[in-house]
Antibody, heavy 114, light 112 residues
Framework: QVQLTESGPGLVHPSETLSLTCTVSGFSLTGYSVYWVRQPSGKGLEWMGRMRYNGDTSYNSALKSRLSISRDTSKNQVFLKMNSLQTDDTGTYYC????????WGQGTLVTVSS | DVVLTQTPPTLSATIGQSVSISCRSSQSLLHSNGNTYLHWLLQRPGQSPQLLIYLVSRLESGVPNRFSGSGSGTDFTLKISGVEAEDLGVYYCVQGTHAPYTFGAGTKLELK
């Protein structure tokens, strides 16, 4: 069955770079897109960017200068890197399968704090 | 970027009551391929979002048929015909027609 699992450091210091991994199973990254979505605590959902099935990427306009999404199809993994983290980047980060957001990971909590 | 305006922000309902949530887009969500990538999600407290309705009106497998979606172009509605206790949470519309994709701000469904 389709599964997505996010993994990452949990705690990041201000100004540092966040690196997250989304490991998928039950489908191919060359057949489906994967999106990253985040949610500050107690707030709404924010679409961050996508890795399309063909390797193309798109990013949230407000984040694109800090954000990079890549993949390793042999390992069934999609990666998110975001630099210059600040405290308002604290929240839960999800990966989800496109094109209709049908499958979601459990999310990984990222806290930005010194 | 496309802006999705969801109303109301909060909805108080009794069990069995029918309710509707509106999602209005700043531009048409009709894709050049003929599909309209407007979907509805429910996020229960402490859980990941789950898909309820996709492509405006198609019911996701396993979702009760008291949920229905309608609309076209820039105006969309999610209806719950007879709220049940398990329906409480925050509802989001999301568009996947125009990158960057965007979410509505959410509608919190509470028990009256």
């Amino acid at each position: 069955q389709v599964q997505l699992t996010e993994s990452g450091p949990g705690l990041v210091h201000p100004s540092e770079t966040l690196s997250l991994t989304c490991t998928v199973s039950g489908f191919s990254l060359t057949g489906y897109s994967v999106y990253w979505v985040r949610q500050p605590s107690g707030k709404g959902l924010e679409w961050m960017g996508r890795m399309r099935y063909n390797g193309d990427t798109s990013y949230n306009s407000a984040l694109k200068s800090r954000l990079s999404i890549s993949r390793d199809t042999s390992k069934n993994q999609v990666f998110l890197k975001m630099n210059s983290l600040q405290t308002d980047d604290t929240g839960t980060y999800y990966c989800t399968r496109g094109p209709i957001f049908a499958y979601w990971g459990q999310g990984t909590l990222v806290t930005v704090s010194s | 970027d496309v802006v999705l305006t969801q109303t109301p922000p909060t909805l108080s309902a009794t069990i069995g009551q029918s309710v509707s949530i509106s999602c209005r887009s700043s531009q048409s969500l009709l894709h050049s391929n003929g599909n309209t990538y407007l979907h509805w999600l429910l996020q229960r407290p402490g859980q990941s979002p789950q898909l309820l309705i996709y492509l405006v009106s198609r019911l996701e497998s396993g979702v009760p048929n008291r949920f229905s979606g309608s609309g076209s172009g820039t105006d969309f509605t999610l209806k719950i015909s007879g709220v049940e206790a398990e329906d409480l949470g925050v509802y989001y519309c999301v568009q996947g027609t125009h990158a960057p994709y965007t979410f509505g701000a959410g509608t919190k469904l509470e028990l009256k």
